[in-house]
């Protein structure tokens, strides 16, 4: 299997987890198309993920499962399956950068706790400009599940940096990285991120993905991460049947 199969399969398989954290959490598999939802009322935090081009004839269950919810979502294509949802409006490209897990570089002498998830649900909501109760419905449900861990890095006592780890097969996501913003540019983001890195290696993972914004790209190629074909987000929802249509 190749590292971008495996970053396709764990990125499913996290959310998976996810939901499954939460109380109002749910996954399902359409056959090509795999579903999941938070219960939290944000797009990207809601999505479908096709993973064969058979999916697409499953897309009018899918908005049906999801408006029976309430919750907006997405369609998130592999840019290597090369096709576009009929009546689908392309959104954005969400990029992946990957590295494998040896020669990290060392890690950084900062002050660091794990799973204080409320301080991360803290830097998440400034770093991240949402709500602190929405932040804090996004992340504290993330720490009931074995294989997420939270880091957050500090200085003077003060939470200023955050960073979030899930493995799956050993395969390491790491997601919301966030320092707050009189933080940034100090190397604390860089921090976070090493520090899930080491975890991740010395629990047996070789392979660590990330989805990474303009602003810290230049900080992840610096650690090792290359870029890799991106995950295509698509708007579908409005193109679809809008009457009861079974999953």
């Known amino acids: 299997m190749t590292p971008l199969e495996r970053q396709r399969l764990a990125t499913c398989a996290v959310w998976r987890l996810d939901a499954d954290s939460r109380d109002d959490g749910a996954w399902t598999d359409l056959g090509g198309l795999q579903l999941h939802a938070t219960g939290l009322p944000v797009p ?4 479908a993920h096709l993973t064969s081009p058979d999916g697409l004839a499953h897309l009018p269950a899918a908005a049906a499962w999801f408006r029976e919810r309430g919750l ?50 803290a830097v998440q909501a400034v770093g991240f400009d949402t709500t602190p109760n929405l932040s804090r419905d996004f992340v504290l449900p993330k720490t009931r599940g074995a294989a997420c861990r939270l880091v957050v890095g500090y200085v003077g006592g003060e939470p200023v940096a955050t960073a979030t780890l899930v493995q799956v097969d050993g395969v390491a996501g790491v997601y919301g990285v966030a320092a707050l913003p009189e933080h940034r540019r100090r190397g604390l983001g860089r921090a976070v991120t090493l520090a899930v890195l080491h975890a991740a ?35 579908v929802a409005d193109a679809l049947p809008q009457g009861d249509v079974q999953p």
Not at 214 to 229: K, R, T
């Open 44 to 47: 990207w935090w809601n999505g």
């Open 72 to 121: 907006p979502w997405g369609l998130l294509v592999p840019a290597e399956l090369d096709v576009e949802p009929p009546g689908g409006s392309w959104v954005t490209d969400h990029p992946v950068m990957m590295r494998g897990l040896s020669g990290l570089p060392p890690a950084e002498d900062v002050t660091l706790r794990w799973d204080a998830a409320d301080d991360a649900a």
């Open 201 to 235: 290696a010395d629990d047996g993972c070789d392979l660590a993905f990330l989805n990474p914004s303009p602003m810290a790209h230049g900080v992840y190629a610096s650690l090792g991460f290359v870029d890799d074909l991106p995950w295509r987000v698509w708007s």
